[in-house]
Structures are given as C-alpha cells and as structure tokens.
C-alpha cells in the first residue's frame, strides 16, 4: 500500500530528528523496563515464599527474640512435621556495603525444611560436621570468589567481635526464584560464644521455622502455636513464610511506590517529548496532506499517515529499549545481586513496554491529526512555498 | 474536434467570502462564465484579486457562498466533502506553482500516488504512470526523488501527475511562477501540446502575460470580479 510506504519513509526522512526521539524513547523503555524489574524482584522473595512453610517470631516485633525452649513444645503441636530456629546474624563482610544476608540456623532441619537450597551431600556432610562451617550461595561464592575450605571472617552488628567461618558447601537454586546469595552457619556456634560473653542473651531464637504435614493444615497450626504461648512472657506470631516476607517487603512499601511512581513519570516525560516532535512534523507537511486531500485522499488516510508515522517511531524505540533492557538488567542485577538475588525481566514488563509505546505513539499523534484533518485544502495548500 | 463547442464548464452567478474572525472578506462577486471543452484559459489579474479562489473553487477544494458550478453533467456546488474528493480524483488534475510532489516518493511513485483511489491494479498503475512520465519526457527520471530534480523537471513530475488519470479539467495556478525563463517555456510549451495534440482542458492561473500569451483566451479578474467578456487571446 502507497500509504503504508508514505509513512515508513516519512518516520526516517529527517534521519536526526527521528534518531533522536527513537533515542529517547529507547532510553524511557531502558528506564522504565529496570524500575519495574527492581519492583518485580522486590516482591520476588514473596513469590518464591513456600505456604506449606510458618514461620513464628515475637508478637510484639521481629527484633525480639523467643527462648529455645519453645522449640519441643512446637514439635509438640499437631500438624507439625519438623521444626527449625535460626537467629539474623547481620554481620558485615570486611566493608559495610558489602551487604549480604546472613544468620544462623539449625543446620540439620534447616536443609530438611529448605529443599530449594540445592547442597552435594558430600558438601552437606562436611558442613554438618564443622560446628564453624558455613554455607553459601552460589552467586555470593562467586562474587568473592570463596572456594570451598576458605576461612571468612564477619564483623558482628549485633553480636559484637570478629566471627570466623570456613566455607563447607555452596548450594544451587533448585529454581529461578531461588535466592543464591544467602550465607548461613551453626545456631549452636553462635549460642556457645553468647554463653560465654553475654549469659543472658544465650539461648535465643530470633524465628521458628515450621513445615506442616499439609499445606491445608498451616492456618491451624499457626493459630495452635500461638495458642500455646499465649499468655506466656513471650508471646508469639506465627504466619505463613509468604506472609512473613510480605510483611518485611511492607516496610518498604514507600520506596516501591515511589519507584513505581517514577517508571510512570518517566514514560509520561517521553509521551510529551513524542508529542511535540510529532506536532513539529505534521506541521512542516501540512502541505503534504493537503495534496493528498486534493488528489482525493480523505481524513481516513491522513490518519493513518500520522499515527503510523508516529507509531513507527515509537515502537522502534520500545523494541530498541526492550533489547538494551537484558543486557542493562543483567550487569545491573549482577552489581546490585545482593539486594535484588533475582533480577530478571519479567514477560509482564515487556507487555508493559509495548503498551507504553502504543500509548505514547497514539497520544503523541491525536492532536496533529485533528489539525490536519481540519484544515480546510485550501488553506493547507496556501502554506506552501 | 466537432463538440469543441460545447461547455464544460458554466459558473452562474458565483459569490465568495472569507471570514477572519468576526470580518468579513468579500473576495469573489457574481462570477458568470462558460469554458468549453478543449479550451485553455489563462486567467489573470492582479495580486489578490481572487484568481486562487476562483480556480479552487471551479476544481472543487474550496466552497462557494452562493451560485454554481457546473462541471460536465455535475453540479459540484451541491456535492459533501467526501463526494467532492471522489470527483477531484476522478475528473481534476492540479498543477500548482510549487510543484508539490511528495518528497518520500520517487518521481515514478508521485505520479502513481493519484491511481491508488482508482481500480486499477499495480501493472496497470504502474504502466499509466510509466506513459504519463514518457509523455513528459521525464522516463529516465523515474526512480528520483523530488529533492534530486530542478524545478522544471519538478514541475514535469506535476504534469504527468496531473493527466494520469485522464481528467475532465486541467488545473494550473502559476505553474511557472518559480521557474526560470528556459523552464518556464518548457512547460508551456508541454502545456499547449496536452491542450493542442490531446485535447486538454486547461485552466491556467498567470501573472505572467508570457504564459498568458500561449493560451487561446483571456479572462481578467480585478478585484473580484470578471472584467471582460470572452475576448479572444490577440494570438
Ligand atoms: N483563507 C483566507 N482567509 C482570509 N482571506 C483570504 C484567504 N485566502 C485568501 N484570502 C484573501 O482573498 C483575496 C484573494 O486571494 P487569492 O489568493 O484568490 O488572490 P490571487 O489573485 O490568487 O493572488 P496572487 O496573485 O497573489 O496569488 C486576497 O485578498 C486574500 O488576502
Ligand atoms: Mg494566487
């Protein structure tokens, strides 16, 4: 069709002025399309979060802790098939900015409970029998390059003094959604150094963590863990680990918003840039239009020319901003792992990138095909010379 | 040519104004005439005088106030937009003093742009506009672009756009307005050969009494209004 090849060839007649605003428009996709990766891997750890699994912590807040004692009376409850304890260690790796999570565990239930956390038995024997092994994940091994039978040594946060480990195993995802930079140890190796130091801090769990029989049953398990402490000096809240995890990624509902606030500014900016490009165009071939008028084309055809050529425009730089998306998301997933242990593009996100495109491509040509289609042939043809 | 006599054109009684806002331009006052088929009019007059109106009105991209056109058996005055768009590609060619061809298209693909509202199919497009570029003497200029032409093979371009479509009236405004003189006589010359050899009706808008001058008549508009009464180019 002439009409089809008019607007192709109009898109890249003014090779700058179309390079540019493809630019941009690839550079607001790039932008948009991270933002909403960093929001999606935001909430990744809750996707990831098994519902067959409760965890129990301090009713009043997280960072109260429970006395291992309540350890066998959970064991106790019906519908409970195993439990494990852990503490957040929070120790710092050399520097403070290299941040990773880290904390203690029960070892031997722990690898029961977590199948996802993928460890060679051989590696898994050697960790259970070193009370000051620790285990890693993958991308964290990498990223330090620690190999197996390295020493490391954590500064404490809230556990003061240098703490050394030997590396014993570093385990895979069993999934995507697996988080491979996770670094755990012994409970017991950190409870014999509070003995020592600090006598009533010992024998502190931070959190249970309990796999039910059945996954129908975790709503009444938690209730009857709950049950159990009522009253007691520390009482208890047990929730599913989906809504654990919820509810830390809650603290931190303000900066999504404000991130998610921004991916859409962003595309609103370009929306304004596409548009007045687009007016800039049509105006210099009012005459144009108004040629074809006369030979006969009608209203129909000039749209066509002026939202093809604007969603041309667009779309070619959404397709280019989605293919710098991958590599862009890999090194920024690379450098930021630790915050964002999944950093992938989503399907959803590249839906989101073309429906922007379309948007701003249709937005950006409503107002220059009003003014072409209005203007009368007769004006339209005086504009020339 | 036995039927030269007859009309092919009749204006009756034609009024036209603008409107800048609340002013009103009167432009056109009681235009009455007749062109006959086979003629080529020039017609002249001073800057402002109307002369634009006037021919966008008889080829049907402007409105009248009040009278009529007849073109052919068809009364365009009474016709809706539309309806005028479907007649313009069927029975007028334009030809205009800044060429105006589109500049994404090749010299060959402007002259094929009016076929795409007929049935025609592409070989048959392709072909008529192959013929109309020979015609013109342009056909080893068929794959260039606008921008990579002088204006007189521009203007070529135009005429071959023009008569593509074999249409009722020829319309000219200035076609050699931004020429030089070599050029410009070219294109009369091409001009008086469609009207001469091909039986043409043309309507020729010229300030130029050169171009005025190959015309077989001369119509004169001053301020509005038609001057003279059918008086025959001295020629
Ligand atoms: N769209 C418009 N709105 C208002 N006035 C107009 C408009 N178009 C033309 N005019 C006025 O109508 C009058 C006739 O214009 P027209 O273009 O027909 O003159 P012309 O004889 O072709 O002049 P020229 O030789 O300079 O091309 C002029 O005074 C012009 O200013
Ligand atoms: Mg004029």
Redesign the pocket.
């Known amino acids: 069709m002439m009409i089809l090849k008019i607007l192709f060839r109009n898109a890249f007649h003014n090779k700058l002025r179309s390079g540019l605003t493809i630019l941009g428009i690839a550079v607001a996709i790039l932008a948009f399309g991270l933002l909403r990766t960093v929001i999606s891997s935001w909430y990744a750890g809750v996707e990831a979060a098994s519902t067959s699994r409760l965890v129990t912590r301090n009713a009043i807040s997280i960072i109260f802790t429970l006395p291992l004692s309540y350890n066998e009376k959970i064991r106790q409850i019906e519908g409970v098939k195993m439990v494990s304890y852990g503490n957040w260690f929070g120790g710092v790796y050399i520097e403070e900015k290299n941040f990773f999570p880290n904390f203690c565990v029960e070892p031997r239930t722990y690898l029961e409970i977590y199948p996802e956390f993928v460890l060679s038995p051989a590696e898994k024997k050697a960790f259970l029998a070193d009370r000051k092994g620790f285990v890693a994940g993958r991308k964290l091994a990498a990223k330090y390059g620690w190999k197996i039978g390295d020493p490391v040594t954590l500064k404490g946060t809230i556990y003061p003094g240098n703490w050394d480990f030997v590396l014993r195993g570093i385990y895979k995802g069993r999934d995507d959604t697996t988080d491979e930079t996770q670094f755990y140890f012994h409970w017991d190796y950190l409870n014999e150094t509070i003995k020592k130091v600090s006598p009533p801090r010992a024998d502190q769990v931070g959190f249970y963590m309990i796999a039910v029989t059945r996954p129908d049953l975790s709503a009444d398990v938690a209730l009857a863990v709950d049950k159990t402490f009522k009253n007691s000096l520390a009482e208890t809240l047990t929730e599913t680990e989906k809504a654990f995890n919820q509810g830390f990624i809650a603290m931190s509902g303000a900066i999504v918003t404000a991130i998610q606030m921004v991916s859409f500014v962003v595309i609103i900016i370009i929306m304004a840039v596409v548009a007045n490009t687009m007016a800039m165009t049509t105006r210099e071939r009012i005459g144009d239009y108004a040629i074809m008028k006369t030979l006969g084309f009608g209203g129909r055809d000039i749209t066509v020319l002026i939202f093809g050529e604007s969603l041309v425009i667009s779309l070619t730089g959404c397709l280019t901003g989605m293919i710098l998306t991958f590599p862009a998301a890999a090194a920024f997933g690379q450098s930021l792992a630790n915050f964002f242990p999944i950093f992938i593009v989503s399907r959803e996100t590249l839906y989101l990138d073309i429906l922007a495109a379309i948007l701003i491509g249709c937005l950006a040509a409503i107002i220059p095909t009003r003014q072409a289609i209005r203007i009368?042939i007769?004006?339209g043809l005086?504009r020339i010379g | 040519m036995a039927e030269q006599k007859q009309n092919i054109v009749e204006i009756r009684h034609l009024y036209k104004s603008?409107?800048?806002g609340s002013l009103v331009?009167p432009?056109l006052f009681d235009i009455t005439f007749d062109i006959v088929s086979g003629e080529f009019l020039a017609l002249m007059?001073?800057?402002?005088?109307?002369?634009?109106?006037?021919?966008?009105l008889l080829a049907g991209i402007d409105k009248a106030d009040e009278g009529s056109i007849r073109v052919g058996d068809l009364d365009i005055t009474t016709f809706s937009e539309t309806e005028l768009a479907h007649w313009r590609a069927n029975h007028v060619g334009f030809i205009f003093q800044f060429y105006n061809l589109i500049p994404v298209l090749k010299a060959i693909e402007n002259v094929e742009l009016p076929l795409h509202l007929t049935s025609l199919s592409k070989r048959e497009r392709r072909d008529h506009a192959e013929m109309a570029l020979r015609m013109v003497g342009l056909e080893h200029r068929m794959d260039h672009y606008p921008q990579e032409l002088s204006g007189g093979e521009q203007q070529r371009v135009a005429i071959a756009r023009a008569i593509v479509t074999d249409p009722t009236i020829l319309v000219a405004?200035?076609p050699t307005g931004d020429l030089d003189r070599v050029s410009a006589e070219e294109i009369l010359a091409m001009m008086e050969r469609l009207n001469s050899e091909m039986g043409k009706t043309i309507i020729m808008?010229t300030?130029d009494p050169r171009a005025a001058q190959r015309a077989k008549i001369l119509r004169h508009?001053d301020k509005?209004y038609l001057t003279d009464d059918d008086s025959q180019n001295p020629l």
């Open positions: 009368g007769a004006d005086r | 603008y409107h800048r331009v432009v007059g001073p800057s402002g005088s109307g002369k634009t109106t006037l021919l966008n405004d200035e808008v300030h508009l509005g």
